[in-house]
């Protein structure tokens, strides 16, 4: 294969564990699939060599890093997906936001939104495949450089947790700056959301074509909204993305399965199980048994071990992954932790977890 061969989207070599597939479409397979979050991070010390030096958003313009972040965790422990090294704030940054990754503090807006006068200065028509093709060409070249061992998972944030960022200017504890607008400006909000989820539809649309193989949406900042917020605010926009996708896949023949990860919205557990993604994600803060009824078998779950389950013990990890999986069965279940590997994690734990869900669930499928 040539150079030029290699990064186009097309003659990606035969996938051969499509466990992870089959369980988010809910059909039984030989052992529960398990990824992580935040798998290729700088809890591994050849993440941290390789990205020694480098401002971090360059880094996500690189095809070839990214490809090289996203298999370093395949190499190490036996994942049933990878989930391609990219980051949320792509997104705003498309839109014509600067956004910087500092050091000590994460990811800071230069100039975010502080009055509704401001959406003027967003880009009101976004080329997604011009001002996001590097993540469209990192897809691509992973998908061949995978070489079929699992599949690889494109992603995108949800529209509030990226407006919630744009008005903010990075983290926050209270996003008071941003609920602000959802009370004092909702009509505006609303103008905004809209926006961030057509560019996030297309831009979930280029990843498929580029190889994705599944989706998760982001929304990370779910439990800052309570349930009447997050019904007018982030239900509406989710569902729309996953009906639009899911419409334009349909036309392209291609069956993606998409997963929707809104973090702290245990209040809102039914209302995901009927807005049109196969999968919802947990955070470590829901009973498995207690998900399993209320979303009454309409999706499959991923989740939800405390990552700092991670710091106890092996033999310990090895129990609590055993109960979890008894609480969430082993059918339509991925195991995955109920947010990001954190970076002071020892590697040989998180290769504890992977090994002790796969151990357990055989051991359940062979005694039903």
């Known amino acids: ?11 990606f070599p035969q996938l051969k564990n499509n466990t992870f597939l089959r369980a988010a479409r809910g059909e039984q397979t030989e052992h529960v699939p398990v990824w992580c979050m935040r798998q290729a991070g700088r809890y591994l010390p050849e993440f941290r060599a390789s990205r020694e030096g480098k401002d971090f958003f360059e880094t996500c313009r690189s095809p070839e890093h990214c490809c090289e972040l996203t298999l370093q965790p395949l190499r190490r422990f036996p994942f049933d997906a990878a989930i391609i090294f990219s980051d949320i704030l792509v997104v ?15 990811p800071t807006f230069t100039d975010p939104l502080k009055e509704p006068e401001d959406l003027q200065r967003l880009r009101a028509s976004v080329d997604v495949n011009k001002e996001l093709d590097y993540v469209f060409r990192a897809i691509t070249l992973t998908r061949h450089k995978i070489e079929g061992k699992v599949p690889l998972i494109g992603f995108s944030g ?58 998760q949406l982001f929304e ?19 569902r729309d993305i996953a009906r639009r996708v899911k419409d334009k896949l349909k036309e392209m023949d291609q ?26 994600g947990l955070d470590w803060t829901i009973d498995p ?9 309409k999706v499959s779950l991923q989740g939800n071990m405390d ?19 008894e609480g969430f069965g082993s059918r339509g279940y991925i195991a995955n932790l ?10 040989e734990n998180v290769g504890a977890f992977v090994e002790a869900v796969h151990l357990h669930s055989k051991n359940m499928n062979k005694q039903v």
């Open 158 to 215: 949800a529209p509030w947790t990226l407006m919630s960022y744009m008005i903010e200017g990075g983290g926050s504890n209270t996003h008071s700056k941003a609920k602000r607008w959802l009370y004092r400006h909702p009509e505006s909000s609303h103008m905004l959301l809209r926006m961030l989820t057509d560019v996030i539809v297309e831009y979930l649309l280029g990843q498929v074509a580029a190889g994705a193989q599944a989706l």
């Open 255 to 280: 069956d993606v399965p998409m997963i929707v990860f809104a973090k702290d919205a245990h209040y809102a557990l039914e209302e995901l199980s009927e807005s049109h993604y196969e999968v919802v």
């Open 92 to 106: 705003p940054q498309a839109l014509g936001m600067e956004v910087q990754m500092l050091t000590g503090k994460g």
């Open 338 to 347: 109920g947010h990001g590997l954190y970076p002071d994690m020892d590697p």
């Open 1 to 11: 294969m040539s150079k030029n061969e290699l990064i186009l989207p097309k003659d």
């Open 220 to 238: 990370s900042h779910a439990g800052i909204l309570g349930p009447v917020q997050f019904k007018e605010f982030s239900l509406p926009y989710l």
């Open 289 to 297: 048994r207690s998900a399993r009824k209320r979303t009454g078998g």
């Open 307 to 325: 990552p700092c389950a991670l710091y106890a013990p092996k033999e310990r990890i090895s129990d609590i992954v055993k109960k979890m999986l």
